[in-house]
C-alpha cells in the first residue's frame, strides 16, 4: 500500500463529502467522494448524451406529428 500523502483539505470540502459518504469520519467521507468522482462523471457524461438523444427524437417525433396532421387535415378536405 502507498504511504499517504499529507494534504491540508479545506474544513467546508470536508464538511461537503461528509455529506454524501456514508460514514462521517473525515478521513473515509475524502476518501469515498474521491473514489466515487470518476464514476460520477462517467454517469453524467453518459445521462447528458441520452438527454440529447431523447432530444433529437422527439424534435423528429414532432416533425412526423407535423406532417400526420396535415395529412389528415387534406384527407378530411376530401
Not at 3 to 8: A, G, M
Not at 14 to 31: F, I, K, M, W
Request: hydrophobic residues 40%; proline residues 8%.
Amino acid at each position: 500500500m502507498r504511504r499517504p500523502i499529507p494534504l491540508e483539505i479545506p474544513a467546508h470540502l470536508v464538511e461537503s463529502a461528509q455529506l454524501y459518504a456514508p460514514t462521517r469520519h473525515p478521513l473515509d467521507a475524502v476518501c469515498y467522494v474521491l473514489e466515487h468522482y470518476p464514476n460520477c462523471v462517467a454517469d453524467l457524461r453518459r445521462l447528458s448524451r441520452r438527454v440529447e438523444h431523447l432530444d433529437d427524437e422527439s424534435a423528429q417525433l414532432d416533425q412526423l406529428v407535423s406532417e400526420l396532421q396535415a395529412i389528415a387535415r387534406r384527407v378530411l378536405d376530401l
